[in-house]
């Protein structure tokens, strides 16, 4: 109760009067307070009900106003008492009803002064939390636009000098295999062995490339990125992964569009190699005007009681959906399997 009043006594000092208005409102409130003094008669006392006033005049005006007001007060209800025929009017009561009226025009004035301050601390502390948040957004915004400049760069350099390299060395490598064969020598076998080893590292390569750095994300759109993570991701690791999305899903904004790729591809991932799953379902769909991006596996499931602190790759999907503005939920699918759901609120708006 008292938090109530509270919040509402801290709204009263946004409304603002003129002292001219005010002091009208409270002359005549103090004098209808009046004449309901003088029609009950002495015998009855409406001395609390002058605090009325009394609290408009300080709260809207200052003390002195109040004080000035608490005259007003003490005067009209002398002047009600006599009308009404009071017998013995005594000073002693009047100077104590003064002091009482004043005693709480202080009090009141203090709470109002204190609420102020509150209100006044409020606010600046609700206006740096909102700089600290924005000027924490557009830090993680940059850090993820390096992050992404940095992992196109590796990609490229992974796809571009060591692929190529290996390449070369696998050329070499089969020009050896092939000159040896001429001779019937007998290490034949290991060059062949050779030639397929470095093969093998050409596609790891591609592999590793892809995971930093997807071309088809700009030149294509998301929905393609995603097909060939599926993709790659069956080939690589001998499961069923595939994918339903709408081509005509079109994202223009850059970051969302890298971070939900980040977020499908560290999902999918985790279902491989610590959700032990045999299919991955990946779905991008619009419901409504959001944009859900769902990965579905049948593998170990997510813990109903996961840890408070939680894994990388989830602290990472989190992360990536906060930055986006998505809202971000894993929970089991049924009995087997796990289901991620990222939702953009309001994309067809972005």
């Known amino acids: 109760m008292f938090d109530r009043v509270t919040a509402k006594l801290q709204d009263f000092p946004r409304f603002t009067f003129s002292r001219r208005s005010l002091a009208v409102a409270c002359f005549i409130l103090a004098c209808l307070i009046g004449y309901l003094d003088y029609l009950t008669g002495y015998e009855r006392s409406l001395l609390l009900f002058y605090l009325l006033p009394i609290s408009l005049a300080v709260w809207f005006g200052n003390f002195a106003f109040g004080l000035a007001i608490a005259i007003v007060c003490v005067g009209v209800s002398v002047v009600s008492d006599v009308a009404a025929g009071i017998p013995v009017l005594r000073f002693w009561n009047i100077a104590t009803l003064f002091v009482f009226y004043v005693l709480f025009a202080g009090v009141l004035s203090k709470l109002g002064t204190l609420i102020r301050e509150l209100d006044r601390r409020v606010h600046e502390r609700t206006a740096a939390l909102e700089r600290e948040m924005a000027e924490r957004r557009r830090l993680d915004q940059e850090i993820a636009q390096v992050a992404d400049r940095e992992r196109r760069r590796l990609g490229q350099d992974l796809h571009d000098t060591l692929g190529q390299h290996l390449t070369g060395t696998a050329l070499a490598a089969q020009v050896l295999k092939e000159k040896l064969a001429s001779r019937s020598a007998p290490e034949v076998g290991e060059a062949e062995k050779l030639v397929h080893y470095v093969e093998e590292g050409i596609d790891l390569t591609r592999s590793l490339a892809r995971g930093f750095f997807s071309p088809e994300l700009d030149a294509e759109g998301l929905t393609v990125a995603l097909q060939n993570l599926a993709e790659n991701v069956s080939e690589r690791f001998r499961i069923r992964c595939v994918i339903n999305g709408d081509q005509s899903i079109l994202i223009h904004d850059r970051t969302i569009a890298n971070q939900l790729y980040r977020i499908a591809q560290e999902a999918v991932t985790n279902a491989v190699k610590h959700g032990a799953a045999r299919q991955v379902d990946i779905r991008l769909a619009k419901d409504g005007p959001d944009l859900c991006l769902t990965i579905i596996d049948d593998g170990i499931g997510f813990p109903d009681t996961p840890p408070k602190s939680g894994g990388l790759g989830l602290r990472l999907m989190q992360h990536g959906a906060a930055m986006t503005g998505a809202t971000f939920d ?21």
């Open 330 to 350: 894993v929970r089991r699918n049924g009995k087997r399997g796990t289901i991620a759901t990222f939702r953009v609120k309001d994309f067809e708006s972005q």
